[in-house]
């Protein structure tokens, strides 16, 4: 009976560390960037989770035809995709970050 709660006990702590490792790690490209959601972005570090948010940002924003704002219109898009993220963890960031972008794409400058 130890042996099984040993062996449970390892396979959990490996997996966290696997875990762990990827997520303080931005993905390399589109297709994994895509897949990574809030709870996976939370637990990367700043850095790397700014960045994948800024990059999936940007490619949503090109999409859309518009571009990303500064100033308190870029605050008030961080704030829908925190507060989305709030609310669905297990939503991808990619979603979160392009329905932001969708529902102020009126008041967004557009793209030249």
Do not use: W
Not at 70 to 93: F, H, I, N, S
Not at 102 to 112: G, V
């Amino acid at each position: 009976m130890k042996t099984i709660a040993f062996v449970g006990s390892v396979a959990g702590v490996l997996l966290l560390s696997a875990t762990a490792s990827f997520a303080q790690t931005a993905p390399l490209n589109f297709e994994q960037a895509v897949y990574v959601t809030c709870r996976d972005a939370q637990a990367m570090n700043v850095e790397a989770r700014r960045s994948l948010a800024v990059y999936l940002a940007e490619h949503s924003a090109r999409y859309r035809g518009v571009m990303l704002p500064d100033g308190e219109q870029g605050a008030q898009l961080a704030l829908l995709v925190r507060g989305g993220c709030t609310l669905a963890p297990d939503a991808y960031l990619f979603t979160v970050i392009d329905r932001a972008i969708l529902a102020e794409k009126d008041k967004m400058p557009k793209r030249q």
